[in-house]
């Protein structure tokens, strides 16, 4: 292990020959083609070029701590995608009339819940409103964020939804 730990090429020669089908296995439940091939070198160059990384392995299967490791590169690169947001073409842009109707929307809605605020709301449930309706935290953070009991939130957010449920129904009857 010390051997190991201090990076020992001799060492990593036969860790990559015995270990090589194992990581491949463990990444391939994850990834596959070209990302595959480049996860399963990436693990290897870490451990190669990393002491932290070998330090790491602190005793037990070996096998099993390197598909381990190799598993979870494999993910982190999964999750690492899925984060990213591919660059807008020009053709993935809203044609002018769609703009136009999602401005329109836009603004009828918020004249919607201006007016709502104006002829409807109470001014001791709106920070309620504000924080469940436009902000839409969840309850629990809601309550944190306002400094008063979930339950509390719970009954302004009821009598809030009532008074939305009449102020629509009432719209649409106009």
């Avoid at 451990?47 to 979870?72: C, D, H, K, M, P």
């Avoid at 809203?94 to 201006?114: C, H, I, L």
């Avoid at 309620?128 to 302004?156: C, K, N, P």
Wanted: glycine fraction near 6%; hydrophobic fraction near 35%.
């Amino acid at each position: 292990m010390d051997r190991f730990h201090q990076g020992s090429r001799d060492v990593f020669e036969e860790l990559y020959q015995n270990h090589f089908e194992r990581v491949s296995r463990a990444v391939g439940t994850v990834l596959d083609g070209a990302d595959k091939e480049t996860t399963i070198h990436e693990v290897f160059f870490r451990l190669l070029s990393s002491e932290q990384a070998r330090r790491g392995y602190r005793g037990g299967s070996f096998g099993a701590w390197i598909a381990t490791v190799a598993r979870n590169q494999a993910i982190d690169l999964v999750r690492r995608r899925r984060l990213e947001e591919p660059a807008g073409s020009p053709g993935d842009l809203p044609q002018e009339s769609e703009a136009r109707e999602t401005f329109q929307e836009r603004s009828d809605a918020q004249m919607m819940v201006r007016r709502f605020r104006e002829e409807c709301l109470p001014a001791k449930w709106a920070k309620v409103f504000e924080a469940r309706f436009i902000q839409q935290l969840d309850q629990s953070e809601a309550a944190r964020s306002l400094g008063i009991h979930r339950t509390t939130l719970i009954y302004q957010e009821y009598r809030v939804r009532q008074l939305l449920r009449s102020f629509f129904l009432k719209e649409g009857d106009s």
